[in-house]
């Protein structure tokens, strides 16, 4: 087990060895290797990324690629990637842990076994580049899992870095490995925004079409005309005006009735497309309804509200003492503004030139205060209040037939919210139809079986 100091919000005893430690040295303690390994630099380097939809994938790579990078997107994880996870992992992890841990052994293996490159080259040339943090839940151990698991798979000493997922542009990483700069959040930001674009409409599209199949075909000639855009570096707004004119050409009976579905809670099982969720936003579309996906904007201007939250409650407090406020917290808010700012005009921007119209962008003030009866603001793991204030929000301004909690058994987070907030929740709006679910890796038939019976509430409200 490491010992994190970083994570300060975690209120432990120390033992006298920890405090030692601190005492003596304050940098962050890092396993290493006992193998004497001789790693490519860091331009002869592949990186390696656990994926989020195939379109964001695409995107990603490409956008990254433009800087001169040499970045790999793992395919969508399956459940023989699960199979490998849990032959490799620890026990007792959430299932997000073992798809994402199995991903990437089942990739290595590939290579080795059948590219046949050598062992030694790939934890030389390869490396795995992920998102950690500090939380509520097991999400903060993931590197070591990452790191426990490649080393019983035969991969020890392969290189794993990170970038705290709270921290955007304002990273204090010592990475020699990417620098994780202004310019490569701003680039990694936009293909998230217009990755989240083109998913939306192809939820909105895809159940309407009259021949199956045209929606997805569409937006494969738009993933490719953008991301040659990305390495190009062409302007990204006229291939998406170019895109405008494809899915144009989608023919659909907007006519047909279709009970409209939610999906919302834990951020992996809420954002794959795979069978980490049992192919959950798939299976609702051969099931004859239309969903609303959780885009990954949500979760960045989640982490711009919470930050802003905190720097009210410093200036607050600062107040109340009698103290003077901080420039360095000054800079941050302003600096939190603008990327606020420029998130938020680019997803217009885009959206208006792609021809995505009538999508209203969460506001997280308005949603904040329509949890805030139910759910602490202060508290904010996991999704935070978004699970509550999505619930309310749908119910008040019908915005969806039913309502889908998504999650991984044994979920902390989303669990405490899924299963006992929104318990108080349903009780006060007796109209709301909420499924709370989990995904484990096993189990799909049950899964499918109460997802068809809440469904069926939802075409009868449809028909009445």
Same mark, same amino acid.
């Given at each position: 087990?490491?010992?994190?100091?970083?994570?300060?919000?975690?209120?432990?005893?120390?033992?006298?060895?920890?405090?030692?430690?601190?005492?003596?040295?304050?940098?962050?303690? &890092?396993?290493?290797?006992?193998?004497?390994?001789?790693?490519?630099?860091?331009?002869?380097?592949?990186?390696?990324?656990?994926?989020?939809?195939?379109? &964001?994938?695409?995107?990603?790579?490409?956008?990254?690629?433009?800087?001169?990078?040499?970045?790999?997107?793992?395919?969508?994880?399956?459940?023989?990637?699960?199979?490998?996870?849990?032959?490799?992992?620890?026990?007792?992890?959430?299932?997000?842990?073992?798809?994402?841990?199995?991903?990437?052994?089942?990739?290595?293996?590939?290579?080795?076994?059948?590219?046949?490159?050598?062992?030694?080259?790939?934890?030389?040339?390869? %490396?795995?580049?992920?998102?950690?943090?500090?939380?509520?839940?097991?999400?903060?151990?993931?590197?070591?899992?990452?790191?426990?698991?490649?080393?019983?798979?035969?991969?020890?000493?392969?290189?794993?870095?990170?970038?705290?997922?709270?921290?955007?542009?304002?990273?204090?990483?010592?990475?020699?490995?990417?620098? %994780?700069?202004?310019?490569?959040?701003?680039?990694?930001?936009?293909?998230?925004?217009? *990755?989240?674009?083109?998913?939306?409409?192809?939820?909105?599209?895809?159940?309407?079409?009259?021949?199956?199949?045209?929606?997805?075909?569409?937006?494969?000639?738009?993933?490719?005309?953008?991301?040659?855009?990305?390495?190009?570096?062409?302007?990204?707004?006229?291939?998406?005006?170019?895109?405008?004119?494809?899915?144009?050409?989608?023919?659909?009976?907007?006519?047909?009735?279709?009970?409209?579905?939610?999906?919302?809670?834990?951020?992996?099982?809420?954002?794959?497309?795979?069978?980490?969720?049992?192919?959950?936003?798939?299976?609702?579309?051969?099931?004859?309804?239309?969903?609303?996906?959780?885009?990954?904007?949500?979760?960045?201007?989640?982490?711009?509200?919470?930050?802003?939250?905190?720097?009210?409650?410093?200036?607050?407090?600062?107040?109340?003492?009698?103290?003077?406020?901080?420039?360095?917290?000054?800079?941050?808010?302003?600096?939190?503004?603008?990327?606020?700012?420029?998130?938020?005009? &680019?997803?217009?921007?885009?959206?208006?030139?792609?021809?995505?119209?009538?999508?209203?962008?969460?506001?997280?003030?308005?949603?904040?205060?329509?949890?805030?009866?139910?759910?602490?603001?202060?508290?904010?793991?996991?999704?935070? %209040?978004?699970?509550?204030?999505?619930?309310?929000?749908?119910?008040?301004?019908?915005?969806? &037939?039913?309502?889908?909690?998504?999650?991984? %058994?044994?979920?902390?987070?989303?669990?405490?919210?899924?299963?006992?907030?929104?318990?108080?929740?349903?009780?006060?709006?007796?109209?709301?139809?909420?499924?709370?679910?989990?995904?484990? *890796?096993?189990?799909?038939?049950?899964?499918?079986?109460?997802?068809?019976?809440?469904?069926?509430?939802?075409?009868?409200?449809?028909?009445?």
């Amino acid at each position: 087990m490491s010992f994190q100091p970083s994570c300060s919000n975690i209120k432990t005893p120390l033992s006298s060895i920890e405090l030692e430690y601190i005492t003596k040295d304050k940098t962050q303690w &890092h396993q290493k290797s006992k193998l004497n390994i001789k790693y490519a630099p860091a331009k002869d380097s592949i990186a390696i990324f656990n994926g989020f939809t195939p379109i &964001h994938d695409k995107l990603i790579v490409s956008a990254i690629n433009s800087l001169g990078k040499n970045f790999i997107a793992l395919p969508t994880p399956d459940f023989e990637a699960f199979a490998r996870g849990k032959i490799f992992g620890n026990k007792g992890q959430c299932n997000p842990a073992y798809f994402t841990v199995g991903n990437l052994i089942k990739y290595l293996q590939n290579l080795r076994d059948k590219e046949k490159i050598p062992t030694k080259e790939i934890i030389e040339r390869y %490396f795995l580049v992920t998102v950690g943090g500090c939380g509520p839940c097991r999400f903060g151990m993931y590197i070591t899992e990452y790191k426990k698991a490649l080393k019983d798979a035969g991969f020890d000493g392969f290189r794993v870095t990170n970038f705290d997922h709270e921290k955007g542009i304002f990273q204090k990483i010592d990475n020699k490995l990417i620098e %994780f700069n202004p310019k490569f959040f701003i680039t990694l930001t936009k293909a998230v925004i217009i *990755g989240d674009i083109l998913n939306i409409i192809g939820y909105k599209l895809r159940p309407y079409e009259i021949e199956k199949g045209s929606t997805n075909q569409a937006l494969n000639q738009c993933k490719n005309i953008i991301s040659n855009a990305f390495l190009d570096k062409k302007s990204l707004t006229i291939a998406m005006y170019k895109c405008q004119k494809i899915i144009k050409n989608i023919k659909i009976d907007k006519k047909q009735t279709k009970p409209i579905v939610m999906v919302m809670g834990e951020f992996w099982a809420t954002i794959t497309e795979g069978d980490g969720n049992y192919n959950l936003h798939k299976f609702l579309e051969l099931e004859g309804a239309e969903c609303i996906p959780q885009p990954l904007i949500n979760r960045l201007l989640l982490n711009i509200w919470e930050a802003e939250y905190k720097l009210n409650q410093q200036k607050e407090i600062a107040i109340d003492t009698d103290k003077t406020i901080d420039f360095s917290q000054a800079k941050s808010k302003i600096l939190i503004r603008l990327a606020k700012i420029a998130l938020l005009s &680019h997803f217009k921007l885009y959206s208006k030139v792609i021809g995505l119209k009538d999508y209203k962008i969460a506001n997280m003030e308005y949603l904040s205060k329509l949890a805030k009866p139910y759910y602490p603001l202060d508290v904010n793991g996991g999704e935070g %209040f978004l699970e509550v204030a999505h619930l309310i929000e749908a119910i008040q301004n019908n915005l969806a &037939h039913l309502v889908i909690s998504i999650k991984p %058994f044994g979920c902390m987070p989303s669990s405490a919210v899924s299963d006992g907030i929104q318990s108080l929740v349903v009780n006060r709006f007796p109209s709301a139809n909420f499924l709370s679910i989990e995904t484990s *890796g096993e189990g799909s038939a049950n899964f499918y079986s109460r997802v068809q019976m809440a469904l069926f509430k939802a075409k009868e409200r449809v028909k009445n």
